[in-house]
């Protein structure tokens, strides 16, 4: 389900975005060579849409900024699951860092972090300059 929806999202620009993050597609040929990681646990198939779309938006946003900021990163974890009635979606990267205490979150995070909040969620972000980012996103999953 996450899959065929992340191809529908991508509206035939990308015929598979999992590709694309796996080291495949054109806009990762020149930053990233085999040292991809994108695990998709079996346990996000039965979440509702609503999570589902708020799932694919935040990893491609924060792969997207990893990608775009992170300067001579060589390698980039992806993982998604649901543990404990919460999506926890988790994006590493081993590029420059930043420091928190002087950079701002541009407008990506800053969606990021309102994406996860309006669902009930938090972001939580770990790096120091060159040590690479750590982000971790959860959101409780409300039975309808």
């Known amino acids: 389900m996450l899959l065929q929806l992340f191809t529908t999202l991508r509206g035939g620009r990308q015929t598979n975005p999992i590709a694309a993050w796996s080291g495949e597609g054109p806009a990762w040929n020149d930053h990233l060579v085999g040292s991809e990681c994108l695990n998709i646990d079996d346990s ?64 990506g995070l800053s969606g990021v972090d309102e994406r996860a909040r309006s669902l009930g969620g938090t972001l939580d972000i770990g790096t120091s300059v060159n040590k690479g980012v750590k982000v971790s996103v959860r959101i409780p999953l409300v039975a309808s």
Do not use: C, P
């Open 44 to 107: 996000v198939n039965g979440m509702e849409e609503i999570y589902t779309i708020a799932s694919y938006r935040i990893v491609q946003e924060l792969v997207n900024n990893a990608v775009k900021h992170a300067k001579r990163i060589t390698k980039l974890k992806v993982h998604l699951a649901v543990y404990e009635q919460h999506m926890v979606i988790r994006v590493k990267d081993n590029g420059i860092g930043f420091d928190q205490q002087k950079n701002k979150w541009g407008f």
